[in-house]
Nanobody
Framework: QVQLVESGGGLVQAGGSLRLSCTASRHIFGSYVMGWFRQAPGKEREFVGGVGPDGGRTLYADSVKGRFTISRDNAQDTVYLLMNSLKPEDTAVYYC?????????????????WGQGTQVTVSS
């Protein structure tokens, strides 16, 4: 089982930016999707976005489209989430997750490996 570790969370003012990283504990062989999810207190975990195996395809939630960008560096086994124009409603714990498939899906249950999460807090 591969371990995923997120980093880069923190406190930022509304309108600011953060870049999250998610790195695997070992090199991963094969084709897989990487997804980013978030969970705010009292809410269900929701899909933020995902990236296909070669980084060429991405899918975003409507709430972050145009503000967030996902990219990946397969040589470094790392995926990134660049978050611009942050809003207070983006405050949540952000998780990365791996899906052994070439198809990006939005449901958390379709992802098998998860990081521990990193807190993002956006102040107004």
């Amino acid at each position: 089982q591969v371990q995923l570790v997120e980093s880069g969370g923190g406190l930022v003012q509304a309108g600011g930016s953060l870049r999250l990283s998610c790195t695997a504990s070992r090199h991963i062989f094969g084709s897989y999707v990487m997804g980013w999810f978030r969970q705010a207190p009292g809410k269900e975990r929701e899909f933020v976005g995902g990236v296909g195996p070669d980084g060429g395809r991405t899918l975003y939630a409507d709430s972050v489209k145009g503000r967030f960008t996902i990219s990946r560096d397969n040589a470094q086994d790392t995926v990134y989430l660049l978050m611009n124009s942050l809003k207070p409603e983006d405050t949540a714990v952000y998780y990365c997750a791996l899906r052994w498939s070439i198809i990006i899906l939005r449901t958390p249950e379709q992802y098998g490996s998860w990081g521990q999460g990193t807190q993002v807090t956006v102040s107004s």
